[in-house]
């Protein structure tokens, strides 16, 4: 259910309010290898709602080479390597601060900071290894450049293993359990600290912490196309805060298949 452990929590992907962009991407596949690289729009501003078409002025780029080596056992291995950069109007958290200091605003604001052209850049790892009998796992690594507006997760490091049901004679069932971690850069800290508003935080103060979640879920085929699958998750530290959590998270889903 969690967003970052299905995705590089580091990647600052390019996308308007809704996670939607218009992009361009090419992939090239061989037997042991694949390379992709996409050229993306980027909002007007950060998390907005109207993408800006002028690629001179703002830009993204994503480029993942996968390699699948198979030493395991000859089970499946890849190692995907990303990295990604991109132009746009955003805000430094810096420049934020010092206003606030100098007395300039009453609060940290980071929107009069924004800036057209401002670079964002970042790099990512993800190892997935099949180990036979319906189990995988997956090790991930993601940093980006902590300077201007982000979504406020700036280096994640992730653990997960997943196994089929086989093993009990439930072929479409599957249970997952993974383990996340995000920090934040010393200039998001003291943005948020000071009373600082970010695209996802901001309540007035930050006792600062390293946000940890542990999260688990078992699908379970009932009938034909008729799935249901239980998660549950355990929040510490959540938005960085050490006043806040732990926070348990439990949800039921269920999915159709027509």
């Known amino acids: 259910m969690n967003l970052t452990a299905i995705s590089n929590a580091a990647w600052q992907y390019a996308g308007d309010s809704r996670g939607f962009t218009y992009a361009l991407a090419l992939q090239f596949v061989d037997r042991r290898y694949a390379l992709r690289v996409a050229e ?5 501003v950060p998390n907005g709602t109207e993408l800006d078409w002028n690629l001179h002025r703002s830009h993204a780029e994503t ?9 395991f056992l000859d089970h499946f291995s890849a190692i995907r390597l990303l990295a990604f950069g991109s132009h746009s109007n955003s805000g430094s958290y810096r420049e934020a601060i010092h206003s606030y200091l100098e007395g300039k605003t009453a609060n940290p604001v980071i929107e009069p900071t924004r800036r057209q052209g ?4 970042g790099f990512g790892a993800n190892l997935e290894q099949h180990l036979g009998g319906g189990l995988r796992a997956f090790a991930r690594f993601g940093w980006c450049d902590p300077r201007f507006e982000s979504f406020e ?3 994640n490091f992730d653990l997960g293993v ?5 093993r009990w004679h439930r072929h479409y069932d599957k ?5 996340l971690t995000h920090t934040i850069a010393q200039d998001v800290r003291q943005y948020l600290a000071l ?3 970010g695209l996802l935080l901001g309540d007035g103060r930050l006792r600062y912490g390293r946000e940890e979640i542990l999260e688990a879920y078992y699908t379970m085929h009932v009938w034909r196309g008729l799935y249901s699958a239980f998660d549950i ?3 510490t530290n959540p938005g960085y805060n050490r006043d806040r959590g732990p926070v348990w998270v439990m949800s039921l889903r269920i999915h159709l298949d027509v």
């Open 118 to 121: 401002r670079p964002k850049y």
């Open 40 to 44: 993306a729009l980027m909002p007007t």
């Open 63 to 71: 480029v993942e080479l996968e390699i699948d080596p198979l030493w």
């Open 153 to 155: 997760v700036d280096r």
């Open 233 to 235: 998750q355990q929040v």
């Open 175 to 179: 249970v997952g359990v993974a383990w």
């Open 162 to 166: 997943d196994i089929s049901g086989s």
């Open 195 to 197: 009373g600082g508003v």
